[in-house]
């Protein structure tokens, strides 16, 4: 017998009888925030709408408490109506980047903006990504991207600074939403390889201080793009 | 070879340096309640916690079915999918990978089962260098040196003694210890390794039934760095690592990194479903022990562990004693129940190295029942004849005096005789109970004199 069949042959006689999947958080309809009763927030109940963790419910809600979960985490987000002020801000925020490689095409001009990249060795001297993101998760700061978006895999992680750009009413409040939406988008264009980004790459092995910049970009700059944009047809 | 030292000698050596112990101590505690701050702002944390144990409960109870769903669906997505029924077959199919491209040198992300394989060892043998691209196992890669966490793997390393590494290995000037001047170093010199390595090996966190695909997990990026540079991406995942489906990871990642650092989430959660155009993606399913594992109805929920090393952090005896002091790939309570089940000889004396306090038991993501396992492991392990020989002969002794009331009265009084007169007699170093210990005043009389002289007191 090889070690494929042995092995499944002793897992099978050694597995406890069946036990059935749980119900997931949210997924039946219900999300797992209790109702505030009597219209206020119960005392001493940590993590109530607004705080990263707790998961929100409105769009509003949304946004603020993507905000603050990506601030935390070293990430710097903007709320912009449109392209031109993303050029603007990134020129500001990286006056010495030299080059700049975006996946949309709106700060063209400033960057450049292929159609495909074969190596993904040529990417090395990249100072700034610009891409776009499918949208981000309220609770931690995350946000979906997937290969699609990328250019190239290798992209998003060696640039040494990245911008994401999705539109702010596509934030979703936790990862069991997340799934939900990705469940959604992959069944309209599977992926071949995804990830979540929250923050800048980060690393705290030396005696637990926080450094940001370990491997991957040194800098996250999420632009949450208002609704007129992505009405108009750009996401 | 030397014999292997048991956890109670080794704690003693790094308990030679006592202001290190307190800083290594306070370290980790640090890191746990960054971990509570993490977990009370989630209302449903406890929910949460039930949710991934019983998913994991179906994942034991259907391994064998999860199991050739996911090589079908990995297959299907374009994945060379391999099985090693033990560190020895896995270090041989990741040898033969190499061999086949003509490689002789990669990178490697964390990955804890090649730590348990000694993969590194295996493949220097074989002229293979092996860099690991994790900053902490970077660390003490150059060091010479295991890590001592899985987390973290060189928590126990003060930042001059890296700053000495660094400056030894990667030409930084001597006497630099800081963390940002030496984090932007590893960053400089493990650039290149990524740009000039054509095989990465990386670890997974979960593998998917249902997609084909696995998640890999780091803060760093350095997973992402080696596989999307590389033209060969070799994974390789304990059997236990699969999940149902994909929806499933919601709960999961939420958590794991609250559980692990007190982060809402990892920097990077990357799903590999498919190589990229032209690259060859491999999966290597290790077994090492795990299916006989499945089999002990005690201590088969272990398999439910992600990693995460909560129960570390919160250890007051792992955060006395360091990592290294459990001579295993994993180390921590985890460590403790799992190491037995590859060889209950060597690793006899783990289940000892605890206070049976549970506090393991009430962080852990999966909700393991860690302390009761501990408990249990050390009566499978004096039963089978393994127990450490100290304490195979004070339980031979105490067996005889409990097992006889008159012998039991009688070493009493003297033991109380012996702490009131003579106290050097029991607080010396033969007494390990007492090394870092004040002696207790001993009590007149026992609860049995007392009781005799004062119990009808009590009565009407």
Known sequence: MNSRDKILATVKKHQPPLSQLPELPGVSGVRHLPEPRDGATPPGSPGRVGVPGAAPQATEDCTSVFISALEAIGGAVYIVPGFGEIADILRERYPDARRIVSGLPGPAGVAEHPEAIGDPHTLADVDLAVLPAHFGVAENGACWITEQQMLARALPFIAQHLALVFPRSSIVPDMHAAYDRIAALDAAAPYGFSTFIAGPSRTADIEQSLVLGAHGPASLTVFLVDEGLSEAGFF | ?460
Request: charged share 25%.
């Open chain 2, 1 to 460: 070879m030397t014999p292997q030292k048991e956890h109670a000698a080794l704690a003693a050596d790094f308990n030679k340096d006592e202001p290190r112990v307190d800083w290594h101590d306070q370290t980790l505690w640090w890191v746990r309640r960054k971990r509570d701050v993490a977990a009370s702002k989630v209302p449903e944390w406890e929910r949460l916690r039930d949710t991934a144990s019983a998913i994991k409960e179906n994942v034991l109870s259907q391994l064998s079915e999860y199991l050739s769903q996911f090589e079908a669906a990995a297959t299907r997505n374009g994945i060379t999918v391999h099985w090693a029924a033990d560190a020895a077959e896995h270090n041989a199919i990741v040898h033969s990978i190499l061999q086949r491209h003509g490689i002789d040198r990669m990178v490697k992300s964390k990955s804890m089962l090649t730590e348990e394989c000694h993969l590194n060892e295996y493949l220097h043998e074989k002229g293979i260098e092996v860099i690991d691209t994790d900053l902490g196992e970077r660390v003490v890669q150059l060091a010479g040196e295991p890590p001592s966490h899985i987390v973290l793997p060189c928590i126990h390393k003060k930042k001059e003694e890296i700053g000495e590494i660094f400056h030894e290995h990667l030409g930084t000037p001597a006497g630099n210890a800081d963390p940002q001047f030496l984090t932007h170093a590893a960053r400089l010199h493990l650039r290149e390794k990524f740009l000039t390595r054509r095989v990465a090996l990386t670890g997974v966190n979960f593998a998917i039934a249902e997609t084909g695909e696995f998640v890999v997990c780091t803060n760093e990026g350095n997973a992402d760095m080696g596989a999307h540079l590389a033209d060969v991406h070799i994974a390789c995942m304990g059997i236990e690592k699969l999940i149902p489906q994909r929806r499933h990871l919601g709960v999961f990642l939420r958590l794991l990194t609250r559980s692990a650092t007190g982060q809402p989430i990892t920097t990077y959660s990357s799903h590999f479903r498919r190589p990229r155009q032209g690259q060859e993606m491999h999966i290597v399913l290790v077994d090492n022990g795990r299916s006989a594992h499945l089999g002990r109805a005690d201590f088969r929920n272990s398999l439910k562990c992600i990693r995460c090393a909560a129960c570390f952090n919160t250890c007051p005896v792992y955060r006395r004693s360091g990592g290294h002091s459990y001579h295993t790939a994993v180390a921590g309570p985890i460590g403790s129940i799992l190491s037995p089940n590859f060889d209950m000889k060597k690793n006899a004396d783990l289940p000892f190295a605890s206070t049976l306090c549970g506090s393991c038991s009430n962080v852990c993501p999966v909700k393991i029942d860690i302390h009761q396992q501990l408990y249990k492991w050390r009566q499978v392990i004096v039963q089978e004849g393994y127990a450490p020989a100290a304490k195979r002969a004070a339980m031979r002794t105490m067996t005889w005096v409990l097992s006889k009331p008159g012998v039991y009265h009688t070493a009493g009084r003297t033991g109380r005789w012996f702490m009131l007169h003579v106290p050097f007699m029991v607080n010396n170093g033969l007494n390990a109970w007492y090394r870092q210990r004040e002696m207790p005043e001993p009590p007149k009389q026992s609860f049995g004199e007392w009781y005799k002289k004062h119990g009808h007191e009590q009565q009407g």
